[in-house]
Nanobody, 120 residues
Framework: QVQLVESGGGLVQAGGSLSLSCAAS????????MGWYRQAPGKQRELVAS???????NYADSVKGRFTISRDNAKNTVYLQMSSLKPEDTAVYYC??????????????WGQGTQVTVSS
């Protein structure tokens, strides 16, 4: 089996910074895209940023220039550096691993979610 374990998050004032990390554990051969999604109360889950195995990145317009996604393929870990945080960034942030090829087959995985709260 594969597990995604997230860390980071917490409470920060507007304008501050936070970092998230997500490590995939298990016997993994490869992972296609890795990314971060978020879901605020009463809203749908939305893509924040994603990164391909080759390092191609994609960002939501709302976070461009403020968030940076990166990954370490050797560690099966994805990171999200968030700066200039705004109250509207408050949400539960979920890590996603797309097309994980592991000893049991091929499937997508989600992390358990980590709360990010930005106070005004």
């Amino acid at each position: 089996q594969v597990q995604l374990v997230e860390s980071g998050g917490g409470l920060v004032q507007a304008g501050g910074s936070l970092s998230l990390s997500c490590a995939a554990s298990g016997i993994i051969f490869s992972i296609n895209d890795m990314g971060w999604y978020r879901q605020a109360p009463g809203k749908q889950r939305e893509l924040v940023a994603s990164i391909s195995s080759g390092g191609v990145t994609n960002y939501a317009d709302s976070v461009k220039g403020r968030f940076t996604i990166s990954r370490d393929n050797a560690k099966n870990t994805v990171y999200l550096q968030m700066s200039s945080l705004k109250p509207e960034d408050t949400a539960v942030y979920y890590c996603n691993a797309d097309s994980v090829w592991f000893i049991g087959g091929l499937r997508d995985y989600w992390g358990q979610g980590t709360q990010v709260t930005v106070s005004s």
